[in-house]
RNA sequence: GGGGUCGUCGUCUAGCCUGGUAGGAUGGCAGCUUUGGGAGCUGUCGACCUCGGUUCAAAUCCGAGCGACCCCGCCA
């Protein structure tokens, strides 16, 4: 084979426009994200894929605490009995429910199952915390893994059988108050998707079709990826009363008398990391956003015998000088400076500083962007200014980028006709839509495309009618192949 | 759940059809040397997914299992 023909065997060796499920694949792989584990349909998160879900923990902990929300944590088992309580959860949730199995020796009859989601378990325990309206709001979330036995289709990150995410769980004693809240745990969600992730998302609500079980009202993001395919970012369910009265969760009310409380719950996953991989990465690899990047520059010095003592110094000088973004310093004597670019643009981070003898001597460094691959020569004196600005300035690109994307791909469509063109070509459909569920049913096997969401700032229309079964419809609904 | 593709050093792969010493590249380690876009030399380490069957002999043929990937279905 001729040398220059053969294949990086150590790069990414696909193109994402030509194969985007192997080239997404071979980024979480080789950009050491994650590893398949030993067992069926389960991943090991590898430093730099947990550096990345730390990073939306401490980002979204921060904000869900200045709204009054308290962490706490709940077992893993759940009781098959409170499974049972609320019965639309109970149905929804039962195909892929994990069980214990139980041996001779265990002390209770009961079944256990390893938790999917944990209304149940939480909400047995507020029962007997909630007495009084003085107890109300009640406001409190957990980090945790759930399992959910999906029965064979997983990919890293974006559907594995277990996986991290966090579960809001918060009771109230007015539906006003708990509508309110669940709206504004979804706007922080795009918060979190639009300044830590730089990805746009459509805020909306579900159809009735594609709620969660037990839910009044489910809230959602929605991502649209590069490959057409519209993705679940984040959740925010309106539970009404269903799982008060399941639950008896009641207070005394002012009046003296006793209430079912309001309940939301809400929830994002460490899917947020497949959205980003699959969003920004680009044919080198993994593009880490620079809000979400740890560490948000890499240091290469350009290392020769004659210079090498006054280039390192230099280089931990710079160091210091960016702590405030984990600045590494790669002085890996074992590379040389080319084999250290290639490494770090495929792990993605967001900006290169290269500094050798030359630069040392004129009192600068090189500065390269992820994104776009641009060099700049910037002065020491300058760099810590420079470095903000780029980050800044990327962090922007990144998302107006998005943004454009997605705004170009979305086509209002009136027929099925125009429906189905517009389906083959990836574009993200907005229709007038029944919301009935078994029209729903029926347009997704006859097209595959399920409905994403009704944006929030969408308008009734009224005398409209449904795109698929004529009935009248008041809402314009997006739709698309999804994840 | 249905259909398909495939499991060989860490990685990519040759060998399989036609059974007979598992070869290469990349990588790891040691040393020398080099570092501004995946450098070079020398030495060295390292593999036939598992179980069973056929056979004098199995990476190769047969069966089962396990696992990965792709398409469809299912799925907050």
Request: hydrophobic letters at 40%; aromatic letters at 10%.
């Amino acid at each position: 084979m001729p040398a220059e023909k053969a294949p990086k065997l150590v790069g990414i060796t696909v193109k994402k426009s030509e194969d985007m499920s192997e080239w997404y694949n071979q980024v979480v792989l080789k950009s050491e994200l994650a590893d398949y584990a030993p067992i069926h349909g389960f991943m090991v998160i590898r430093p730099l894929g947990m550096m990345m879900w730390e990073q939306i923990q401490h980002y979204f902990d921060a904000r869900i605490k200045s709204l009054g929300v308290q962490n706490a944590y709940f077992p893993l088992l759940i009781p098959e009995s409170f499974f049972k309580k609320e019965q639309e959860h109970a149905e929804g949730f039962a195909p892929e429910v994990a069980w214990i199995a139980q041996d001779e020796n265990a002390e209770s009859e009961e079944r256990l199952a390893i938790r999917p989601t944990s209304e149940t378990m939480m909400y047995d325990m507020y029962s007997k915390w909630i007495r009084s309206h003085r107890d109300l709001p009640l406001k409190i979330n957990q980090w945790c893994n759930v399992v959910r036995w999906e029965i064979k289709a997983t990919k890293l990150f974006l559907r594995t059988r277990e996986f991290l995410w966090q579960e809001g769980h918060c009771v109230y004693s007015t539906h006003e108050e708990e509508r309110e809240d669940t709206l504004r745990f979804l706007k922080e969600y795009q918060r979190v998707a639009h300044e830590l992730l730089a990805i746009p998302v459509i805020m909306g609500w579900k159809t009735k079709g594609e709620r969660f079980a037990g839910a009044n009202d489910t809230f959602t993001i929605e991502g649209f990826m590069p490959d057409g395919k519209a993705l679940q970012m984040g959740t925010s369910h309106d539970l009404g009363q269903n799982f008060s009265r399941a639950f008896q969760i009641k207070f005394s009310g002012e009046d003296e008398k006793d209430h079912l409380a309001w309940q939301n719950s809400w929830g994002i996953s460490t899917r947020l990391i497949g959205a980003v991989i699959m969003t920004h990465g680009d044919d080198k690899g993994l593009v880490i956003p620079p809000h979400l990047a740890k560490n948000k520059v890499v240091i290469v010095p350009i290392i020769f015998d004659a210079s090498r003592e006054q280039v390192m110094k230099a280089a931990a000088a710079l160091e210091k000088q960016l702590h405030e973004y984990n600045a590494l310093v790669d002085a890996r004597d074992n590379y040389s400076a080319g084999w250290k670019f290639n490494e770090w643009e495929m792990k993605g981070i967001p900006l290169r500083i290269e500094l050798g003898p030359r630069d040392v001597g004129n009192n600068q460094c090189v500065l390269v962007r992820r994104d776009t691959g641009q060099k700049k020569i910037v002065p020491l004196h300058e760099i810590k200014k420079v470095v903000d600005e780029e980050l800044s300035a990327m962090h922007h690109a990144m998302f107006a980028k998005q943004e454009k994307w997605v705004k170009d791909s979305l086509v209002t469509v009136s027929t099925m006709k125009e429906f189905e063109s517009a389906l083959a070509q990836r574009k993200l459909i907005r229709a007038l839509f029944c919301g009935q569920v078994d029209c729903e049913k029926a347009l997704k096997e006859k097209t595959t495309a399920t409905s994403r969401c009704i944006p929030l700032d969408e308008k009734p229309h009224k005398g409209g009618a449904c795109i698929h079964c004529n009935q009248p419809a008041e809402w314009y609904t997006l739709f698309a192949k999804a994840y």
